[in-house]
């Protein structure tokens, strides 16, 4: 069946550094893929998303590319700030599997000053 | 804009105890879905749902019910609480030929 694996965390950065979160997934086809970004303490925002492959999705300093040959959707930022401390969600939703919408399990990011 | 609206955003049941978390939404989208976030884990899928009338379990659907009688609306029920359902719930929706979900603001509950 359709899931996604995250990299474990937490990961602990300075700010400015370069983060890398890895996500995987395992689909047939062409799935949806979405980052979801959940600051302490409150519900889940959509950070960006993918539809087809090659595509990049860009927000807020952060970027992944929707990587059909390694099946992946890797979170990227160049400059991490205190401020992106929170758990990032790799997220995959396929139509024609009966609509069901499946996480991984989340990557807790802590950025020191 | 409501987009999704989840209640109550808090709540303490006794052991044993019934409620239903209420969770509307106004974008006529057909597919919604109940989590549960437990601290520090991920996203588990409780149940679903792609249209009015058709419900669906998901990863961990004991303990739980839900009924899907409109697009709008889709409560899950919990019959007898224990302390193992104490968790953060968010409900989802997702128009089936879309590819934005749109997340409730939670609801923490906590069985004692």
């Known amino acids: 069946g359709n899931s996604v694996t995250q990299m474990e965390g937490p990961v602990t950065l300075s700010e400015e550094a370069f983060l890398t979160i890895n996500c995987t997934y395992t689909a047939t086809g062409y799935p949806s893929l979405f980052w979801y970004v959940q600051y302490p303490g409150e519900g889940l925002q959509l950070l960006l998303k993918?539809?087809?492959?090659?595509d990049k999705g860009s927000n807020k300093g952060f970027e992944a590319t929707y990587r059909k040959e390694t099946t992946s959707f890797h979170l990227e930022k160049g400059s991490v700030q205190v401020s992106d401390s929170a758990v990032y969600f790799c997220?995959?939703?396929?139509?024609?599997?009966?609509?069901?919408?499946?996480f991984g399990q989340g990557t807790e990011l802590s950025v020191k000053p | 804009n409501a987009g999704v609206t989840q209640t109550p955003k808090f709540r303490i049941l006794k052991i044993g105890q019934s409620m239903t978390l209420q969770c509307t939404q106004d974008?006529?989208?057909?597919?919604m879905y109940w989590y549960r976030q437990d601290p520090g884990m991920g996203l588990k899928l409780i149940y679903y749902?792609?249209?009015?009338?058709?419900?669906d379990k998901g990863e961990v659907p004991n303990g739980y019910n839900v009924s899907r009688s409109t697009t709008e609306d889709f409560p899950l029920r919990l019959e007898l609480a224990a302390p193992s359902q104490t968790s953060v719930y968010f409900c989802a929706s997702l128009r089936s030929s879309g590819n934005t979900i749109y997340f409730g603001e939670g609801s923490w509950l906590t069985v004692v």
């Open positions: 997220a995959l939703y396929k139509d024609n599997q009966g609509g069901k919408l499946i």
């Open positions: 974008m006529n989208h057909n597919y």
């Open positions: 749902s792609v249209g009015a009338g058709i419900t």
């Open positions: 993918a539809t087809k492959a090659d």
